[in-house]
């Protein structure tokens, strides 16, 4: 075969790795577009997650103020039972204290002579 021949061979044409200056500002744009949507989107969920922790916060500082009220009544309610129980308890004692008086009275040798055995048998107690 002769190189020099006149004969043009046909080769096809593949396409150019360089985009054409119309193509590449196509590109441009399409890349702007999807960068400005990206941002807006990303915009829009940290505004929603803003909104979101916004409206936990408010839930969780009026279950807070629920609990303090709850605990509060609660406390004073414990407090206004045991300030009853103490009283009662004092009125008992003098009642108690009373009537023991009354018994020694009404009975003092008897009471003497128990006293002088529960304070033998205390001592014999205490020295073992």
Not at 13 to 33: F, H, I, N, Y
Not at 61 to 88: C, D, F, G, W
Not at 93 to 98: F, G, K, L, N, S
Request: with cysteine.
């Amino acid at each position: 075969m002769d190189t020099t021949s006149t004969e043009t061979e046909f080769v096809p044409e593949v396409p150019t790795t360089e985009p054409t200056s119309g193509k590449l500002d196509v590109a441009k744009e399409k890349a702007r577009q999807i960068a400005n949507e990206a941002s807006d989107k990303a915009h829009e969920l940290k505004a929603s997650a803003a909104e979101r922790a916004a409206h936990l916060k408010a839930i969780a500082e009026e279950r807070s103020q629920h609990a303090r009220a709850v605990a509060a009544e609660r406390t004073a309610q414990l407090k206004q039972v045991s300030n009853e129980k103490i009283q009662q308890s004092r009125v008992k004692a003098r009642e108690c204290h009373a009537s023991t008086e009354e018994y020694i009275r009404q009975h003092p040798t008897k009471s003497v002579l128990t006293a002088l055995g529960v304070g033998f048998v205390v001592g014999l107690l205490i020295r073992k």
